[in-house]
């Protein structure tokens, strides 16, 4: 009420009907001398009815959604945590395992299998036919190319240094499997047609046969066309990831992939589990496993090197991961009944897969974004919750805990690197931009396959454009 400090009749005339009418409406009036010591509670009971029930329900989601994220956080770092250190433990055993002699030289049949790349398929079977291992053919299935990829192959084939088969085009499978089936070889090596292969390669792959239980050796890959960032950024998860997984799990015969690009199958392994087939998008992830679980063991080389070329630009990467992500799902579900069996593919390395392939890669940007909340809210101090408040002293909790994730990953990228004269120590410079730039790449393309899987659509096959480089000229770049 206001009566502009004049006359005060009217005001005072009027008290008696406002009071009268809100008295009615319920409402109670009081002196300040009875209010002090009266509770919050008593002063502003809650009320009853729509709005307030409304209320109630955001504030307890939005307290809920919180404790959920806070939770989240503490999921992601501890998996992570727990992962990390079991990776650089079985990486560091595997490293002193020992070396194994082969005092023979059976006869080995390197398959290259080609569609459409007329870029680089001469420079793989040079590659192949510098290799210092003996006794070896070389098999080129063609699948339908429409280039020149067949001229290519002719060259070899006129001077009797390769084998050529054509077909009409069914993928890599079946050119695989069309090429096996026709050899006298006991043993196989599949290469891609864009993988240079070191001299020594062969030689380190089929030395592992001569411990009869082997069924498959896992070569070591590398990138070779070092040309970008992007490429730089493969190169570095190759070694840092790929790489020094396959060496961890091979301590307890859980590898996962013998890679298309550069692995060696034992053929009666082969005929025993009926070779490659087209039922997952990755064939070479659903054979290891099969060839694992019919009792054979797969172990990891990393002598045999080969060099591959790697997506130079995002969109053939996105599309590569897509299809890489998809089929692992593919072949763990496939094969999802080897968890209730004894063997560490089903008891570890599976369940890893869907841990730290699939799930971890939802949850991590949840707790990328509290951290980055809280680093915003300690700066700005605008946040208003318990949790992250500027003046909140768990908050330093948090942003410690957070920081033991990448010094991990730091630490086991440092024992990749530093272990492997192929690297140089400078790649190490591309830590922070590999896990703020590159990894949310991987994360969207895991993001795509789950989504696809979900609704049933397949991710299509989409050639990668060669550039044919000589990869062993940039091996040592960073």
């Not at 025993?272 to 997952?280: H, L, N």
């Not at 120590?425 to 703020?436: A, G, H, I, K």
């Not at 989504?451 to 991710?459: F, H, N």
Request: net charge neutral; aromatic share 10%.
């Amino acid at each position: 009420m206001h009566d502009g400090g004049e006359d005060r009749s009217a005001s005072v005339a009027a008290l008696p009907v406002i009071i009268d009418e809100l008295r009615s409406k319920g409402y109670e009036f009081t002196t300040l001398a009875d209010l002090l010591g009266t509770t919050s509670g008593a002063l502003m009971p809650v009320r009853e009815g729509a709005y307030p029930i409304f209320d109630r329900i955001t504030f307890s989601a939005a307290v809920t959604a919180k404790d959920a994220i806070v939770v989240i956080f503490w999921i992601v770092l501890c998996i992570g945590v727990v992962r990390s250190v079991a990776i650089i433990l079985m990486a560091s055993a595997n490293r002193r395992k020992k070396t194994i002699e082969f005092d023979n030289d059976p006869k080995v049949a390197v398959i290259i299998p080609a569609y459409n790349e007329q870029d680089v398929i001469a420079k793989c079977i040079e590659s192949v036919r510098a290799c210092t291992y003996g006794n070896l053919e070389i098999i080129v299935v063609d699948d339908g190319s429409t280039d020149n990829t067949v001229a290519e192959v002719l060259k070899f084939k006129e001077r009797n240094e390769v084998h050529l088969i054509s077909q009409p085009n069914q993928g890599k499978w079946s050119a695989l499997n069309r090429a096996i089936m026709m050899v006298d070889a006991e043993y196989v090596v599949c290469i891609d047609a864009d993988t240079q292969i070191r001299q020594d390669a062969i030689d380190h792959l089929v030395k592992h046969f001569d411990d009869p239980t082997v069924g498959a050796v896992a070569g070591k890959i590398m990138v070779g066309n070092r040309v970008n960032l992007l490429t730089r950024l493969q190169a570095y998860e190759y070694a840092t990831s790929q790489n020094i997984d396959r060496r961890a799990f091979d301590l307890i015969n859980g590898i996962l992939v013998v890679p298309g690009a550069i692995g060696a199958w034992r053929v009666e392994a082969l005929e025993k589990v009926g070779m490659f087939c087209s039922e997952t998008l990755t064939e070479d992830t659903d054979l290891t496993i099969q060839v694992n679980r019919a009792g054979y063991k797969v172990v990891y080389e990393k002598l045999a090197r080969g060099y591959t070329e790697a997506p130079e630009r995002v969109g053939q990467l996105l599309n590569q991961r897509l299809r890489w992500s998809l089929g692992m799902f593919q072949s763990a579900w496939k094969h999802k009944a080897a968890m209730r069996e004894t063997r560490s593919i089903g008891l570890v390395s599976i369940p890893d897969m869907f841990v730290f392939g699939y799930l971890f890669p939802l949850l991590a940007p949840i707790a990328d974004l509290f951290i980055a909340v809280l680093v915003y809210s300690h700066f700005s101090g605008s946040w208003t919750g318990d949790v992250g408040s500027p003046h909140d002293p768990s908050q330093t909790k948090f942003l410690w805990a957070y920081l033991t994730l990448p010094a991990l990953e730091f630490l086991i990228a440092f024992f990749a690197i530093s272990t492997d004269r192929e690297e140089s120590n400078w790649s190490l410079l591309l830590f922070p931009l590999q896990r703020v730039v590159y990894r949310p790449l991987l994360y969207f393309s895991v993001m795509r396959a789950i989504l696809r899987a979900l609704t049933g659509r397949l991710a299509n096959w989409s050639s990668l454009k060669r550039q044919g480089r000589d990869y062993q000229l940039a091996t040592h770049n960073l």
